[in-house]
């Protein structure tokens, strides 16, 4: 059974930084790109950022590059969001998501999400 | 960026009803169409993948349709577990962009 698990969310002042953890199972994860896509009651769900299988290839959707990185440990089957510079706006729930391919296919499983606040 | 326009919003249905939920895409992205279903709490569920292709596992009153910029998904007659939130998404370009969700509702 495919199961991701978020870690590492919380609240934080804008500004600050934090590091979100995605622990994998029940699939070869070095086979699978993986993703971060964030959710709010108002915007709903936006892709944040894509890593390749291997972790050559990163990809970010504008209102994060420059400030967040994504990387992938393949011996521990976990992939990474660190986030800096956090404003007010990043303020979300943050899910984990396999690619059910390489990069540039959908998500076939999706963690439960952790939530982010960034507030004063 | 390709934008998802996604229709209606939200939408009130009988157990046994047929429904179909519309998504539109800002430009051509060549059935790199995938749908997710979401319910109150959980992660979101794959679906759909390439406009029309079931996830295994998916009940068979799930179809979805389109090209284009046009797609559709149907459920030709509503389970009492099928009422919750659904999403289309394209991955056929970065960023890669959802559509705004259509909850579903029990009338």
């Known amino acids: 059974e495919v199961q991701l698990l978020e870690s590492g969310g919380g609240l934080v002042q804008p500004g600050g930084s934090l590091r979100l953890s995605c622990a994998a199972s029940?699939?070869?994860?070095?086979?699978?790109?993986m993703t971060w896509v964030r959710q709010t009651p108002g915007k709903g769900l936006e892709w944040v950022s894509t890593?390749?299988?291997?972790?050559?290839?990163?990809y970010f959707a504008d209102f994060v590059k420059g400030r967040f990185t994504i990387s992938r440990d393949n011996s521990e089957n976990t992939v990474h969001l660190q986030m800096n510079s956090l404003r007010a706006e990043d303020t979300a729930v943050y899910h984990c998501?396999?690619?059910?391919?390489?990069?540039?296919?959908?998500?076939?499983?999706w963690g439960q999400g952790i939530l982010v606040t960034v507030s004063s | 960026d390709i934008q998802m326009t996604q229709s209606p919003s939200s939408l009130s249905a009988f157990v046994g009803d047929r429904v179909t939920i519309t998504c539109r895409a800002s430009?051509?992205?060549?059935?790199?169409l995938a749908w997710y279903q979401q319910k109150a709490g959980k992660a979101p569920k794959f679906l759909v993948h390439?406009?029309?292709v079931l996830e295994r596992g998916v009940p068979s009153r799930f179809s979805g349709s389109g090209s284009g910029t046009d797609y559709t998904l149907t459920i030709s007659s509503l389970e009492p577990e099928d009422f919750a939130t659904y999403y289309c998404?394209?991955?056929?370009?970065?960023?890669?962009?959802f559509g705004q969700g259509t909850k579903l509702e029990i009338k």
């Open positions: 998501a396999k690619s059910r391919l390489g990069t540039t296919s959908p998500f076939d499983y």
């Open positions: 029940g699939f070869t994860f070095s086979n699978s790109a």
């Open positions: 890593i390749s299988n291997s972790g050559s290839r990163t």
């Open positions: 430009q051509g992205i060549s059935n790199s």
């Open positions: 390439a406009a029309s």
């Open positions: 998404q394209q991955y056929y370009s970065t960023p890669y962009t």
